[in-house]
Structures are given as structure tokens and as C-alpha cells.
């Protein structure tokens, strides 16, 4: 789970899943109140996180599925992928550029 960085508080599961969920930038600490923002390795480990419900669309398509069907498959997949993404969440003080 993230810690913040200037007060050390661990965050819970349930505070993660809703600052990420916000989209926004920054994240306020729920203790002390400072902003934190997403680490570079965080984002680029949420954002592949985030592609595989996209991946596996070609899948559905390629074996012919009815969308009921592809929505049976994708739902679990997309839920497992919001309830994980908390977990690669790491905080740091800056604002870090993707490049």
C-alpha cells in the first residue's frame, strides 16, 4: 500500500482505490493534508495494468464471441484490474514527467 512521503502514514486500500479513480494529478494525504503525487514506476505500472482489458479484446473477436459473451469475459477481467491497481500505487513528493 502507498506511504505518504512526508508523514509516513500507510493509506488504506479503499483511500488508494479512490485517488487513483479521481484522475487527478495530485493526491491530497488524508492525514497530514500534503500533496503526493503518483511515481513515474507507478504510472507506467498502472497504465500496462490498465491495457489488459484492452488486449484481450481481439480474443472475443477472434473466437467469434457474442457480446454477452465478451462481456462475461471482460467484466471480471476489468474488476480484477481496479481492485490491483491500489496496490502499484507509490507515492513521491514531485510531480515526475513520464520521459
Not at 33 to 45: F, G, R
Not at 59 to 78: D, K, Q, R, W
Request: with cysteine.
Amino acid at each position: 500500500m502507498p506511504t505518504c512521503q512526508n508523514c509516513r502514514e500507510k493509506w488504506s486500500w479503499l483511500d488508494s482505490l479512490k485517488k487513483i479513480l479521481t484522475f487527478r494529478k495530485s493526491m491530497k494525504c488524508n492525514l497530514c493534508e500534503e500533496i503526493q503525487y503518483q511515481s513515474k514506476s507507478s504510472k507506467n505500472a498502472t497504465s500496462l495494468l490498465a491495457l489488459f482489458p484492452i488486449i484481450t479484446i481481439p480474443f472475443t473477436v477472434m473466437f467469434n464471441l457474442s457480446l454477452t459473451s465478451m462481456l462475461i469475459l471482460e467484466l471480471p477481467i476489468i474488476l480484477l484490474v481496479l481492485f490491483t491497481m491500489p496496490l502499484f500505487l507509490i507515492l513521491s513528493e514531485k510531480d515526475e514527467p513520464l520521459w
